[in-house]
């Protein structure tokens, strides 16, 4: 291939690829399609995964803590992270469910009751 032939350098296309990546970012950014929410409610803390174990079955797990804890809030399971203890979220199974933190009945809410709110009389 002579020089004649070659239009474009292998720099010159990876400097327009990533240029264009740069630019497109800038643009969805100024116009406001990136959503960067501060609003920590409905945000998922994590996924987890609930593993059945079977008498004398043994089960290996990482030695590495989750930087997570569990917390009983108002009843129900709470996830919370250790670096932010105000970054917590009730544990739900796939039909939005809260779980529960002990065997006992379900504390039944008219409507959902937030930290420092009294919970709704029934009537």
């Known amino acids: 291939m002579s020089q004649s032939e070659a239009r474009f350098t292998i720099r010159s296309l990876i400097a327009t690829a990533i240029g264009t990546i740069i630019v497109t970012i ?45 917390v009983c809030e108002q009843g129900f399971l709470a996830i919370a992270a250790d670096v932010d203890p105000d970054f917590r979220g009730i544990l739900v199974d796939y ?15 008219d409507r959902p009751v937030h930290e420092g709110q009294e919970p709704a009389d029934n009537e």
């Open 26 to 70: 800038v643009v969805l950014e100024a116009s406001g399609r990136i959503d960067h929410s501060g609003n920590k409610d409905h945000v998922p803390v994590g996924e987890f995964e609930a593993v059945h174990i079977k008498p004398g079955e043994e089960f290996r797990m990482s030695p590495k803590s989750s930087e997570l804890h569990a």
């Open 95 to 109: 039909k939005n469910r809260g779980v529960r933190c002990s065997r006992g009945p379900a504390p039944v809410h």
